[in-house]
């Protein structure tokens, strides 16, 4: 079976930089189970896997505008400490925290540590770089109903309920 529309695709993936650095790999994990054509993965990312199958390997480049975006030089804000999660670490420059928003935990990176806030970057850690992924598609199956009625994948790799 092959990735399309309606489909539950899994597979392992390897993140690099620009500079061919590692920056995530999913193979010490669960792989990643994401139901295709909901964006629920980079809609860059996901038009690549489309058509694919079980057993084959692809590597796909992406834009800083096909991926997180462009870096924002006034992205920049000062958050009160409270606002900020970093259980049981003491927060530093170039850490990447989340801060809870009225729309829920947000990544940011943190800029300058005060005594009762933090200046942090609100752009996406990966905001601005072009980055490759090598990937190993794993599995496809047809979704269920609740998967698509939901939006998202079920079970291992995907969203619990």
Known sequence: MQIASGTVASFHYTLRGEDGAELENSRAGEPVAYLHGHGNILPALEEQLAGHAPGETLAVTLAPEQAYGLRHADSIQRVPLKHIRAPGRR????????VETGHGARQVTVVKVGKFNADVDTNHPLAGRTLSFDIEVLD???????EITHGHAHGAGGHHH
């Open 140 to 146: 496809v199956r047809v979704a269920s109903e609740e």
């Open 91 to 98: 927060l530093a420059p170039g850490m990447v925290v989340a």
